[in-house]
């Protein structure tokens, strides 16, 4: 089902089954192709016009580089959009002549061989999202002490800045718990049960944002989080991710809200509420189209769906790439070290946004994203 567009007016399994074709663990399918897990192409070839316009940002500087950027794992829709937006990013800064991209398709030890290949092949610049953590911080700080510009995002791999690489790009992911835990302030004034659902276990994003719900929530008294702790891990695989909100709707009568920070994933399982003659609760997440479409759908009919997302955060890459270029080219820094995730849909106030649901897109674009909802579906062709 992979690459094909999805009409998401209505939900059904076929729809989902696609999203898990996206957004989970089939390294396949990552943004380069099965047979070759590296790309290089001139930074230009993108569909961002800024630098040849003239309009060159500050953190653009005038020394040319080779700009390399590599994915601990790439195979999923997130990434691929991820992906494109820090190509089109690059491609705003005329000195980056050479954009190369490397996915290490969910394998630690190939990750750490693309940032040793990324030196050894001469980039003068590297961005690194980090997925496996402390395991590639020796690589990181190899390319560092080659005097290479290494800058990991997003996933925090340990180490600090002008040791063991040049910067971290951080999530802000407390604040993320702490947006989430507002609105359930808001909606559940006199407390509930929360559960909560991250990636894999441990992982620096969602232990933040299980800290900044409870630096909010615990001092009330009045909430319990149920499931295992910090979180309900589920590696941000849709399929994993049904099969835990599964066996958490079975096994517990009440669940008053449920956060997660990869909305979309949810949807496959949230029918169980229905079946099972309960109303879908709350949901604070992260947007998605088909979790827009699903609760376009599905709200009339479940009194307590309620709808608060933040934005899925396709554009810290965009930040990474601004220091990384920043810092070689002698660019000017921008002046946000971390990145945030503002808020995006919410369906009790409208504001910024009602929830928002493209039928004519696919199910796996993210609609809060710089980059069109149109031209996301473009790399799914």
């Not at 702490?178 to 994003?205: D, F, K, R, Y």
Request: charged share 15%.
């Amino acid at each position: 089902m992979r690459g094909k567009r999805l009409n998401v007016s209505l939900i059904s399994v076929l729809t989902v089954m696609a999203l898990i074709g996206a957004c989970g663990g089939d390294a396949t399918d990552a943004t380069t192709t099965a047979a070759a897990a590296t790309t290089t192409a001139a930074a230009g070839d993108t569909t961002t016009t800024a630098a040849a316009a003239g309009e060159v940002p500050s953190w653009c500087g005038p020394k040319e580089i080779v700009l390399g950027m590599t994915d601990g794992f790439g195979g999923n829709s997130w990434r691929l959009v991820t992906t494109a937006s820090a190509k089109d990013e690059a491609a705003k800064c005329p000195s980056v002549t050479e954009f190369v991209y490397a996915d290490g398709q969910g394998d630690t030890q190939k990750a750490i061989s693309d940032i040793q290949g990324m030196v050894a092949t001469g980039v003068d610049a590297l961005v690194v999202f980090p997925d496996a953590s402390e395991a590639v911080l020796p690589a990181l700080r190899s390319a560092f002490e080659a005097g290479v510009v290494t800058v990991p995002y997003r996933v925090f791999p340990g180490g600090e800045d002008g040791v063991d690489y040049t910067h971290y790009v951080a999530l802000d992911s407390p604040n993320d718990g702490h947006t989430w835990a507002n609105w359930i302030l808001e909606i559940l004034p006199e407390g509930g049960t929360v559960l909560m659902l991250s990636g894999p276990p441990g992982n620096s994003q969602g232990v933040g944002e299980a800290e900044g719900l409870h630096e909010v929530l615990d001092p009330t008294g009045l909430y319990t989080f149920i499931g295992e702790q910090p979180f309900e891990p589920t590696g941000w695989d849709p399929a994993v991710t049904q099969q835990v909100l599964t066996a958490a709707i079975a096994s517990n009568p009440e669940i008053d809200v449920i956060v997660s920070d990869f909305g979309p994933s949810l949807v496959g399982a949230l029918p169980e509420f229905e079946n099972s003659g309960r109303s879908i609760p709350p949901i604070a997440t992260s947007d998605g189209n088909l979790l827009g479409c699903f609760w376009e759908e599905k709200s009339p009919d479940n009194p307590d769906f309620k709808l608060l997302t933040i934005q899925t955060g396709n554009d810290h890459s965009r930040l990474a790439i601004q220091w990384a270029v920043a810092l070689a080219t002698d660019g000017t820094p921008p002046a946000a070290s971390s990145h945030q995730h503002l808020v995006f849909e919410n369906s009790v106030t409208g504001d910024p946004n009602p929830v928002q649901c493209e039928p004519d897109l696919p199910g796996d674009v993210y609609l809060s994203a710089e980059m069109s909802g149109e031209d996301q579906a473009a790399l799914m062709d």
